[in-house]
């Protein structure tokens, strides 16, 4: 959750409040925008999205409309410029305005991947044989730093993880800054492939290794969500618009297949664990609904057992998405665990897995998840 101070965050709570989300342009690490424009640029719409289960975690598509002061056009048209989505990156800053009170928060350091349109507006103005543009107008669509991550494939014909910290190979495969917000386990067995996004792919499994997802926050920093309900951060009350439900099977189990091998690398012979009664056993209506799980720190029956009938308690819950529409609170972020009350008066604590915000307002997802009935 990003924290606020109770005068900031009555500002960007209260009613009569103006929003503007601040974008400058970072080249290198390098803010490359002051120089044309101390004020940075001004949006004439936005709309930022986070989602835990996307493979990109943050995306950005944000409308610019600036005028340069030397009438200069800013629509990209080559490498060097510096909207372009050559290696350039914007970084987002979400400003409420009160009165005279301004209050921000950070809202990420993304990667400038398309420019879908943009035009300049100049008129008949020309000086010394120069065309004047009186404005330029851009819609930039920009990725979170993971999608530098996906980019970069694996160019060595073998390349073996290391098996000592899954920490220290996610640095070794990203070479980002990490917050090594979880505990640290050894490296599950892993298998580099020269195939696209295989890097970002193993970066998630040794993310969801460790217990979570894998998620660069506002400053550029990769840390690890953990994919529990935890205790409530914060309570939204009073500000929800709409509170749709939904529910959906996708991720919801009833048989779980083990391979295993022990110390001498033999397969360890054990008995999928089962549902067996109850609206989701395996021989009722529901049918059967497989998962496989493997895990090379297993090495005997019994422990294989074990660990089938715990994998079993944890996906055979059905997930339940608590969907709404509120005032924005930019506290809110995925990976939180929010209690919201809806219009109707029910109270419902989950994981936030979606934020989306569009202009004043936002969209969110809550998951939480109910205990299988016998």
């Known amino acids: 959750m990003r924290n606020l101070t109770e005068s900031d965050l009555l500002i960007f709570m209260s009613p009569g409040r103006e929003l503007r989300l601040r974008v400058d342009v970072l080249r290198d690490g390098i803010r490359v925008s002051e120089e044309l424009a101390p004020e940075g640029f001004t949006p004439t719409a936005f709309e930022v999205s986070w989602d835990l289960s996307g493979e990109i975690k943050q995306v950005a598509h944000v409308n610019i409309v600036y005028a340069h002061r030397y009438g200069e056009s800013i629509v990209p048209r080559d490498f060097e410029a510096m909207l372009g989505p050559w290696g350039n990156d914007i970084d987002l800053t979400l400003e409420a305005r009160l009165g005279e009170q301004i209050a921000s928060v950070p809202v990420g350091q993304l990667m400038i991947t398309a420019v879908p349109e943009a035009t300049d507006s100049s008129g008949k103005y020309r000086l010394q044989g120069r065309r004047i543009v009186t404005g330029s107008m851009l819609t930039i669509r920009a990725k979170s730093q993971d999608e530098r991550i996906r980019r970069n494939g694996f160019s060595q014909v073998t390349l073996k993880p290391t098996k000592i910290s899954s920490w220290d190979e996610i640095v070794r495969l990203t070479g980002m800054l ?116 493997a895990s090379e720190f297993v090495k005997t029956k019994a422990a294989a057992q074990s660990a089938l009938q715990k994998i079993l308690q944890q996906v055979s819950k059905p997930s339940f998405a608590q969907k709404f529409t509120a005032m924005l609170d930019p506290r809110m972020e995925i990976g939180d665990t929010w209690t919201i009350v809806t219009p109707n008066g029910e109270e419902i604590t989950g994981l936030v897995t979606a934020i989306k915000w569009d202009g004043d307002v936002m969209e969110g997802t809550l998951q939480y998840q109910e205990d299988v009935y016998a």
């Open 178 to 293: 990490v917050a090594r917000n979880v505990p640290d386990k050894s490296p599950p067995q892993l298998e580099y492939e020269r195939a696209q996004g295989d890097r970002l792919k193993q970066v998630h499994a040794l993310a969801a290794h460790l217990g979570g997802v894998a998620v660069v926050d506002a400053y550029g920093v990769l840390n690890i969500v953990p994919d529990t309900v935890g205790e409530p951060v914060a309570r939204l009350e009073g500000t929800i618009l709409e509170a749709p439900y939904s529910v959906e099977s996708d991720d919801v189990y009833n048989e779980v297949i083990g391979s295993f091998e022990d110390e001498a690398r033999n397969p360890i012979v054990v008995e999928p664990a089962r549902i067996t009664s109850g609206p989701l056993a395996v021989g009722g209506p529901y049918g059967t609904y497989s998962r496989f799980y």
